[in-house]
């Protein structure tokens, strides 16, 4: 009975997130039709409604630690199970609503604002939605396979993205691009309906952990003190900030470098874009794994140097004229690799890091933060700092960069944090 709670904690726990990063590797993929349709303002260059696009893009991330607060709270008071549940609903609803929305032709400036405000609704709903999953799965682990647990939950997140740009390069290579453009690019949100009816189904299932319903029957034992918990959630944002860099670097922006700065075609910059989450999916459950068996800041910290040390050399190969497609396929799959190296591991860190009492806030509010800093920015930082230099070399000094910290953040950990119980 206890295993398949387990197994109904982990199903329930991924479901929401793949939909989460489905919708985002959706957005991502089809940045450049989006922009055309939504951001292309009268008088303004193409590189500019790019721009505007990521910008809607990043504003999204930056709702996320509001959404871990909000949601966070709400499910360290209430539980983690009802609160899964409502984010479930709201961020259905809203994934779908942009594919409703009229296009600048049709409404003007409204268009970009609708999209704008759904957006951050997303960011809203999405930042409430990580805390709640990674302690559902990881206080739902057995004794030695939070690792594992955690790893399920970045997994998702891969299996989201690969979905996401399945769908962009299936509806590319079925309709014309026009096609594409003047109605093809809604059928990816619209999916997220039926999605997100099998996702309420599970979590409606589900029991609620035996972490929280324990901390309920002792409110006094699990007191936790506002500045360790804000000092645990500054040092997890330096832990994970090379993972949310990278991770946006590789795995979504690429597709887009690609094309604009590399003039790339539309389907084998998307071909590269999955083949980069394939390795990346490749390397999550057994890095997770091996966090389990050998701590995870040594599986951190090798990630990290790796991505420090092959960051420029990766992005040059990249960028050579000579590479083949199956050069270029390389690369991608070692860098998507590296980062799944990250993500295994890094579910379980972050929720060894909180008590029960502040688990979903605090765990929330460190990966939402991070990711609005380091991932939802690289687009505009990127592309904004391309536009005004002319160096194609920035996507790899900016990984290079957030490697710095982490490796200095990652040295802090314990190497025994893994043996311990969620409690000590």
């Given at each position: 009975m206890q295993q398949d709670a387990h197994k109904r904690a982990l199903i329930a726990g991924s479901i929401g997130n793949f939909i989460e990063w489905y919708e985002f590797a959706v957005y991502g993929f089809l940045a450049t039709v989006i922009a055309k349709n939504f951001f292309q303002l009268d008088g303004e260059a193409g590189l500019t409604s790019l721009i505007l696009t990521y910008a809607s893009f990043a504003i999204a991330f930056f709702f996320r630690p509001l959404g871990a607060v909000v949601f966070g709270r709400i499910g360290d008071k209430?539980?983690?199970?009802?609160?899964l549940i409502i984010v479930l609903v709201l961020m259905t609803l809203a994934t779908a609503a942009i594919g409703l929305v009229p296009v600048y032709a049709s409404i003007g400036i409204a268009a970009p604002l609708i999209v704008t405000l759904l957006r951050i609704l997303q960011g809203l709903f999405a930042g409430g939605e990580y805390g709640g999953a990674v302690s559902l799965m990881t206080e739902f682990a057995p004794?030695?396979?939070?690792?594992?647990?955690?790893?399920?939950?970045?997994?998702?997140?891969?299996l989201g993205l690969l979905a996401?740009?399945?769908?962009?390069?299936?509806?590319?290579?079925?309709?014309?691009p026009e096609a594409l453009h003047d109605w093809g690019w809604r059928i990816p949100f619209f999916l997220a309906l039926p999605m997100g009816v099998v996702a309420l189904?599970?979590?409606?299932?589900?029991?609620e952990t035996p972490s929280f319903v324990q901390q309920q029957e002792n409110p006094a034992v699990a007191q936790a003190h506002a500045a360790a918990t804000l000092k645990a959630i500054v040092m997890g944002i330096g832990r994970v900030m090379v993972w949310s860099a990278a991770g946006y670097t590789y795995l979504v922006i690429m597709p887009t470098y690609l094309q604009s700065a590399l003039h790339t075609g539309f389907n084998q910059a998307l071909l590269i874009a999955v083949i980069s989450n394939i390795g990346f999916a490749l390397t999550i459950i057994p890095s997770?794994?091996?966090s389990d068996r050998i701590?995870?800041?040594?599986?951190?910290?090798?990630?990290?140097?790796?991505?420090?040390i092959l960051a420029l050399p990766l992005l040059k190969i990249l960028q050579a004229e000579s590479s083949t497609l199956a050069v270029k396929a390389i690369v991608v799959l070692i860098a998507g690799g590296l980062v799944g190296m990250l993500a295994g591991p890094g579910p379980a860190m972050l929720s060894e890091m909180f008590p029960t009492?502040?688990?979903?806030?605090?765990?929330?509010?460190?990966?939402?933060?991070?990711?609005?800093?380091?991932?939802?920015c690289a687009g505009l930082i990127i592309t904004g700092l391309i536009k005004e230099t002319g160096n194609l070399d920035i996507p790899a000094y900016y990984v290079m960069v957030t490697a710095v910290v982490s490796i200095v953040a990652l040295m802090t950990l314990r190497k025994d944090d893994h043996l311990r119980s969620l409690e000590e």
């Open positions: 209430i539980g983690r199970k009802p609160t004794p030695g396979k939070r690792g594992l647990y955690g790893a399920w939950q970045s997994f998702t997140v891969a996401g740009a399945g769908i962009v390069a299936l509806l590319s290579a079925l309709l014309t189904w599970l979590r409606v299932s589900m029991e997770g794994i091996l701590g995870r800041r040594t599986v951190m910290l090798i990630a990290t140097v790796l991505l420090l009492r502040v688990r979903y806030t605090g765990l929330g509010l460190a990966y939402s933060l991070s990711n609005a800093i380091f991932s939802g």
